[in-house]
Structures are given as structure tokens and as C-alpha cells.
């Protein structure tokens, strides 16, 4: 059965599937259609998650036998299992078929990849899937909706702008959805909720900080520890926010992975930069970011954003952390710009300031 993005939340909530692909390039719908079906098992008793890369020379025997096998502590879990090229392998089309004709109940198999080439619906393992789950058509907004679709992400952050106000908003970020988003979610924490004006679009748009946070994640992603520290320390002395520049974290970290992700897959990385939002203009910082630190590496500094999240809300982390926003922050710049000697820092000394960080190097 294939549904589309904007139809995700209203089929699960009638059930999940045994098995959901989710293929497109627009990478943040992609993301955001992941994200709800995952939050929908969460609350459904699957505590645990299993994730896979299907690269060359990716064992599909192991994925069959793993999907199978629950640790002591969790009932029900989801196997995540990616798609770089969208493609699977002669050895493997029979297991993966195998696998979705026969998931167990207490497995939910999700299988992310990009837009499939028309020879891929032919394949055994994909007509097994239409038969047996549900198939997530992932399709770029077309300009002439992206207009609406800004209109309703603002709604649900609270948020009413007239159509000056949305037409800035649409000219700056040029179509690209993951750029639209992280706009909204800026202006979100800067505006308050209620009437959104062109004037307090163009004062957010234009906020010195963001200059600021710029500059302190692009000389994170360009390895300059010492810079991207002192930059930090003079947005904190500022007064600036800390989840503004964890929002900014979280942007570029999402952009690195979803580029990580195209590479591996076998795009030139500069096409695989562009498919994500970089441009040009960043594109030496996190091409040296992205030869800096391996896929893994970027998903452990996205969970330590997402505890930074909860400190800055006033909830306990899900790992053993300071309880510091800004010393987290310290710690994450940190990594992310290549210190190595940062796990000496953690959560076990009182408080750890950049300065302490720059004098670990």
C-alpha cells in the first residue's frame, strides 16, 4: 500500500504496520515521516532500536537473524535498516524478502531510503512490501505550495503571518524545506507565539546573534577548536540564549548526516552537500567536518544535542551529563571542532568553561 508524507500521522493512528519504507530525497520530510512513526511505536511499548547500513559488503544474514532476537529487558523494538542507494543487493533481495513476508510480532521494520529508481519497484523484496506494509512516497513541495506549507508549519508553532510576511520568509530560503524549517523554528523561539508581522520577520531574519552562531559552528566544522571556543564564551557573556545556539548545532549536525548518508551512498559530495541545503558558501566547512568524523560520530553528537534539549527544558538527560547547558555546549563545540581529550571533561567535574576546554587541547 503506498501512502504519501502528509498522510503518515492519520494512517498510524488507525495501526502500525509490521513494515514501513519511507523513500524520497526531500530529506527532511523523509525525516519528519521517520520521527512520527517512531514516536508512535515508542508509545506503544517498542523500547528498543536496532539500526543498519546496507553498504557493500553489509551481511544480510546477520539482519535476518537479529530481527528475531530481543534483549532481556525489551518486549517489542524496531529494526531501522537504510538504503544509501535505494538498492539491495543480488545476496540480499531473497533474506530482506524473506524478512518481510515473515516479521515477527514484535518487530517493527522501518526501512529508509532515497527516491527509488523505477527498476527497484520490480524488485522481489519491494513487491513483498507493497503486499505486506505500507510504502511512504516521499515528494518534494512543488513552489506554488510551499507557500501553504510554511503558512501551516508556522501555525503549529504557534504562529500567524501575513503574506509579506511568509513571501520573505519563501525568498530566503530559495525551496529548500530543511532550510524553510529551521527558519521557523528560529523565529519561533524569538517571536512570540500569536500574529507573525513582515517587521518581525525582517528583525529575526536580521538578529546580530545569528551572525554570531554562525560563526561559532562553522569554525567548529572547520576543525579551529580555539576560535569556535572563544566564540562561544562570547555568546554566553553576551546573553545569548543557549537553545538558539543549540539550534544551530542541531541544523548543521542534520545537514552533515543527511550529506554522511548521499556520500556513502555513492554521490559526488559536493551533489551530496547540495541535496541537503549546503551551499557553497559552507560547503569547505563541513566537507572538512565531514572528513573529520565517521557517521557514528555525528549520531553520538546528535544525542548529546537532544540531552542538551532536555537540560535546557528542565529535564533529566537520558545520559550522565553536568546538568550545564552551556557546559554541555562547551563539550559538544568541542568534539564537534576535534578535541579529543574531551571524555576527561564530562559530567564528572563541576563545571567545565570552554577556556578549561582550549587549555585540554
Known amino acids: 500500500m503506498k501512502i504519501y508524507a502528509n498522510q503518515v500521522e492519520s494512517h498510524i493512528n488507525k495501526g502500525l504496520p509490521s513494515v514501513i519504507l519511507i523513500s524520497g530525497d526531500e530529506v527532511l520530510l523523509q525525516q519528519e515521516a521517520a520521527d512520527q512513526i517512531r514516536a508512535k511505536a515508542r508509545a506503544q511499548g517498542f523500547t528498543e532500536r536496532e539500526l543498519y547500513f546496507a553498504e557493500r559488503g553489509f551481511d544480510w544474514g546477520t539482519l535476518l537473524s537479529h530481527a528475531g532476537n530481543l534483549s532481556l529487558f525489551a518486549t517489542q523494538k524496531i529494526v531501522e535498516l537504510r538504503l544509501p542507494t535505494g538498492k539491495v543487493a543480488k545476496e540480499g533481495n531473497e533474506l530482506l524478502t524473506e524478512l518481510i513476508s515473515n516479521v515477527p510480532e514484535d518487530i517493527l ?52 503571518a501575513d503574506t509579506d510576511a511568509v513571501r520573505v520568509l519563501s525568498e530566503r530560503v530559495e525551496g529548500n524545506l530543511l532550510a524553510a524549517a529551521q527558519e521557523i523554528d528560529k523565529i519561533s523561539l524569538l517571536v512570540p507565539a500569536g500574529d507573525l508581522s513582515l517587521k518581525q520577520v525582517q528583525s529575526a531574519v536580521a538578529n546580530s546573534a545569528r551572525y554570531d ?67 557553497d558558501n559552507r560547503s569547505a566547512a563541513f ?75
Open 287 to 361: 566537507s572538512q567536518a565531514l572528513q573529520l568524523h565517521s557517521i557514528t560520530s555525528l549520531y553520538g553528537f546528535l544525542d548529546h544535542a537532544s540531552d542538551i534539549d532536555r537540560v535546557i527544558k528542565g529535564q533529566k538527560p537520558r545520559k550522565v551529563r553536568s546538568g550545564s547547558a552551556w557546559n554541555e555546549l562547551s563539550l559538544l563545540i568541542a568534539a564537534l571542532a576535534g578535541v579529543e581529550s574531551v571524555k576527561g571533561l564530562g559530567p564528572k567535574t563541576n563545571f567545565c568553561s570552554a577556556n578549561q576546554l582550549r587549555t585540554a587541547q
Open 213 to 279: 552562531v554562525y560563526r561559532l559552528t562553522d569554525a567548529a566544522l572547520n576543525g579551529w577548536k580555539r576560535r569556535a571556543l572563544k566564540v562561544l564564551d562570547g555568546l554566553q557573556a553576551e546573553g545569548t540564549e543557549p537553545i538558539l545556539v543549540l539550534w544551530a548545532v542541531l541544523r548543521d549536525l542534520h545537514q552533515l548526516i543527511g550529506a554522511a548518508h548521499a556520500h556513502k551512498g555513492g554521490k559526488n559530495l559536493n551533489t551530496a552537500m547540495r541535496g541537503v541545503g549546503i551551499w
Open 109 to 160: 521494520l522501518i526501512i529508509l531510503a532515497p527516491k527509488l529508481e523505477r527498476g527497484v519497484t520490480s524488485a522481489k523484496w519491494y513487491k513483498a512490501l507493497d503486499k505486506a506494509g505500507v510504502i511512504v512516497d516521499v515528494r518534494p513541495i512543488k513552489p506554488e505550495h510551499l507557500g501553504r506549507w510554511m503558512q501551516e508549519r508556522l501555525r503549529k508553532n504557534g504562529l500567524r
